[in-house]
């Protein structure tokens, strides 16, 4: 019998040379202290990373940094379909896109470091073959030779019959095949794929612990499922991860929560070699409430915030972007930030029980919100540095202006920001120029009359041309204000909003529809930050310029 066996798993996998045992030796317990998460971002090769998987492995990332354990990248590229070239650059820059650099994998397309490799599933081959040898020899695996005809077959007399789907038990045709027939199909050349030999009984329950969800109970896995293919003799998802999870000494196993079904089959595989069960932390599906109001997944096809590139074209800074991955991933971690505000969390620690099981919402006027936060802590000179790396790749004609007019650019940024209530407003550096464009000429563009409260044409031009001529002084803000309230009294506008708002029949307006006035035709708009400042920066001449255009183009 066990020549026989011998003689089939030779036959299955001529060119293993090595045993499980081998493997053992070569990649050894790793030496690191207790408690040390190692865990892995495992992505196919598609060239980018969706959102959804960005935060587990930001997740995982911030696990393991927190405990001093590893981090690393593997690409699981098994399924040749969703392969691409270049693939893994793409991942690796979208990762690093929010500043996560694993510490061993994958470091470029063909780049790898760490003991533990190789981290390309399709480089493992010779690994799982020799796994999956020792299991024919074990008598716990065995070769399938059923026709997709052959199982779809099975399939329908299972539904006819309301029977639960699957290849397990008497509907396993080749399970308890003769092993000399199987022997000699094989040297016909028949092909096959290699199943387990399940020893799981579906009417017993086992409960199996998952750090976020506790415990769960699952009947044990009877299905004799693949373990390798037959086309291209590449593992299944499922062996792939007992061998390499195994072998790389993952501790703890973060991955979404569509695996959460797979859970007890990869829990017998792990029995079955007996070799220690990694922790398991299934991370709810990443959500979003559409335009109809109804909560689904983020997609990566409907939703352009799905995908992290989206982030670096809007200019959302990635520190913005990380705090935000922080507060999705732990429910703990905005009340920690209002104790602790600033970018940096390296104090507060990741934790398992405080992810969220049904799902995270994902919401990007919430992201802005945090990055409008973290741009109001910004100093200008910084803001200009990186809006100027940003507009280089994103926005030309503005990036033009930002190098020559460097100091008057900071300035600019510098209003209402170093200070103790800084300005909310910036949300992404894409966004900067609608709140500036009007402070250079080049972009700055006549403003219309109507967007103002006075709208006669005459006292419009009655108030700019008085204020230039006999009102205009920027020695400073105080002086600057009395001066336009002093034009008010004499133009008849009240000085004194409470005396306006007590008699507005003995006024022509006040004095916030007089600087309505004066902001509009400078800037174009209704709101800007603080308007003695920007009068300042923009200078008498300047100012005279625009007053004057204003006049005429409208008319
Ligand atoms: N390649 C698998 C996926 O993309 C990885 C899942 C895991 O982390 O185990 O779903």
Redesign the pocket.
Known sequence: MDDELKELADLMFPNVTKTVLDYEKMYPERNLKEGAIVT?F???PTGFVHMG?LLSAFEGYKAARDTDGIFYLRI?DTDQKRSIENGISGILNDLKNVDIVPDEGMIGENKSIGEYGPYIQSERMEIYHAFAKELVLRGLAYPCFCSSEELDEIREIQELNKERIGYYGSFAKCRNMDIKEAIERIKKGEEFVVRLKSPGDFNKKIVLHDLVRGDIEFPENDLDIVLIKSTDKLPT?HFA?LVDDHLMRTTH?M??ED?VASFPIHDQLFSIFGFEKPKYAHLGLVMKIDETGTRRKLSKRKDPEASVEYYHKEGIPKEAVKLYLMTIANSNFEEWLDNNPGDDFTDFKFDFKKVSASGTLFDVSKLLNISKNYFSRQKASTIYDNLLNWTLEFDKEFHDLLVKYKDYSIKIFNIERETEKPRKDYTSYSSIRSFVFYMYDELFQNPKYEDTKITNKEDIATILNTYYDEYLDLSNKDVWFAKVKEMCDKLGYASNIKDYKKNPDNYKGNVSDVTGVIRVSLTSKTNTPDLYEIMKLLGKERIKERFTKYLNSNK
């Open positions: 892995r495992a992505p196919s998987s699981e998802y991860h196993i991955r979404g695996w």
